[in-house]
């Protein structure tokens, strides 16, 4: 599976930004899948995962109410809604495919990485 992920860029605070991942490869479905973010000089942490069919979802506490995660098996693609932007959610966002269908937050169990996009978002 490769992905690639899209829609960063630069948004004032309080502002809407939704990331896509585009897969491709016919086992898209079959799997878990996450968004991850990594700020400079920080790890790599979950932000959303999402089981294979979206029955399931998780968010990390800093950003419940505000993202939304979600999935289309049939186009094979990813994403990530994100409101109410905040300084501190800049970070490059990373998609990834789980290798197990049920949804996992371990970066470790996820197989597949897109190249990141980079979302800035400034006070």
């Known amino acids: 599976v490769q992905l690639q992920a899209s829609g960063g860029g630069l948004v004032q605070a309080g502002g809407s930004l939704r990331l896509s991942c585009a897969a491709s490869g016919r086992t898209f479905s079959m799997y878990a899948m996450g968004w991850f973010r990594q700020a400079p000089g920080k790890e790599r942490d979950v932000v959303a995962a999402?089981?294979?069919?979206?029955?399931?979802?998780y968010y990390a506490d800093s950003v419940k109410g505000r993202f939304t995660i979600s999935r289309d098996n049939y186009k094979n693609t990813a994403y990530l809604q994100m409101s109410s932007l905040k300084p501190e959610d800049t970070a490059v966002y990373y998609c990834?495919?789980?290798?197990?269908?049920?949804?996992?937050?371990?970066?470790?169990?996820?197989?597949?990485w897109g190249q990141g996009t980079l979302v800035t978002v400034s006070s």
């Open positions: 999402m089981d294979f069919n979206g029955g399931r979802t």
């Open positions: 990834a495919v789980g290798r197990t269908p049920t949804i996992n937050t371990d970066r470790n169990n996820y197989a597949y």
